[in-house]
């Protein structure tokens, strides 16, 4: 699996303040998890991951870094994981599959990610509910229009839509993602925009760099 510009982005945009127990929630790679543990440097961060070849990977990963002790994952699903684990997460993550439905292709690792036969998002946001604590934050980055439809979910489950950023791959371009927080409590939206790119392959604007600089050895 290759690390991609959605788990860059949630793993750099999610809120880290004051959040000491942190869970990644089909972390794949582990990457976003790995940047949490560099973002903050007492946070303890629990993963879950239920694909054996990503778990086997994510887990050599997070070996390899300075945060090691730090990082704690798990070969479960979600759903199981919820069942057992108390729910007291200051901050909990997830980049999650998107496509509910379309034809599957030949290649089952990327149908893994990119569809909701695993986690389906009502399952997602049950186990959200349950181990997110009070004052708790859970970040999430989905295409816009799954966005959508994934606030509307959430109010089903009273998980709030406090914080929205709009991600733009060019300033010519249609909205392609959508970054959002949930709380448990209700409080005013923000709502902010970011343009990934000004002109062509790898010419970044001054928000992307600011946001992600410190996780990319050349930029």
């Given at each position: 699996m290759k690390v991609g510009t959605d788990g860059v982005l949630l793993g750099a945009w999610a809120d880290v303040a004051n959040a000491h127990k942190m869970l990644d929630i089909g972390t794949g790679t582990g990457v976003i998890a790995i940047m949490l543990a560099q973002r903050q440097e007492t946070a303890q961060i629990h993963a879950v991951e239920v694909e054996e070849n990503a778990y086997q990977q994510a887990l050599a990963n997070m070996a390899a870094t300075p945060w090691a002790s730090r990082l704690q994952l798990f070969h479960t699903s979600i759903q199981d994981f919820a069942k057992v684990q108390e729910g007291d997460y200051?901050?909990?993550?997830?980049?999650?599959?998107?496509?509910?439905?379309?034809?599957?292709?030949?290649?089952?690792?990327?149908?893994?990610?990119?569809?909701?036969?695993?986690?389906?998002?009502?399952?997602?946001?049950?186990?959200?509910?349950?181990?997110?604590?009070?004052?708790?934050?859970f970040c999430v980055i989905l295409p816009y229009i799954e966005g959508l439809r994934f606030q509307e979910m959430a109010d089903f489950y009273q998980l709030h839509?406090?914080?929205?950023?709009?991600?733009?791959?060019?300033?010519?371009?249609?909205?392609?993602?959508?970054?959002?927080?949930?709380?448990?409590?209700?409080?005013?939206?923000?709502?902010?925009?970011?343009?990934i790119q000004y002109e062509g392959s790898n010419h970044w604007t001054e928000a992307y760099i600011e946001l992600t600089k410190a996780f990319y050895l050349n930029m």
């Amino acid at each position: 699996m290759k690390v991609g510009t959605d788990g860059v982005l949630l793993g750099a945009w999610a809120d880290v303040a004051n959040a000491h127990k942190m869970l990644d929630i089909g972390t794949g790679t582990g990457v976003i998890a790995i940047m949490l543990a560099q973002r903050q440097e007492t946070a303890q961060i629990h993963a879950v991951e239920v694909e054996e070849n990503a778990y086997q990977q994510a887990l050599a990963n997070m070996a390899a870094t300075p945060w090691a002790s730090r990082l704690q994952l798990f070969h479960t699903s979600i759903q199981d994981f919820a069942k057992v684990q108390e729910g007291d997460y200051d901050l909990m993550v997830s980049n999650p599959p998107f496509f509910s439905g379309g034809t599957f292709s030949d290649k089952q690792d990327r149908n893994s990610v990119r569809h909701t036969v695993k986690l389906p998002h009502g399952d997602l946001l049950q186990a959200v509910r349950r181990l997110l604590s009070k004052e708790g934050r859970f970040c999430v980055i989905l295409p816009y229009i799954e966005g959508l439809r994934f606030q509307e979910m959430a109010d089903f489950y009273q998980l709030h839509c406090t914080k929205v950023t709009e991600v733009f791959p060019k300033a010519d371009k249609p909205v392609e993602r959508l970054l959002m927080q949930f709380e448990k409590q209700a409080r005013p939206l923000e709502k902010d925009q970011l343009i990934i790119q000004y002109e062509g392959s790898n010419h970044w604007t001054e928000a992307y760099i600011e946001l992600t600089k410190a996780f990319y050895l050349n930029m």
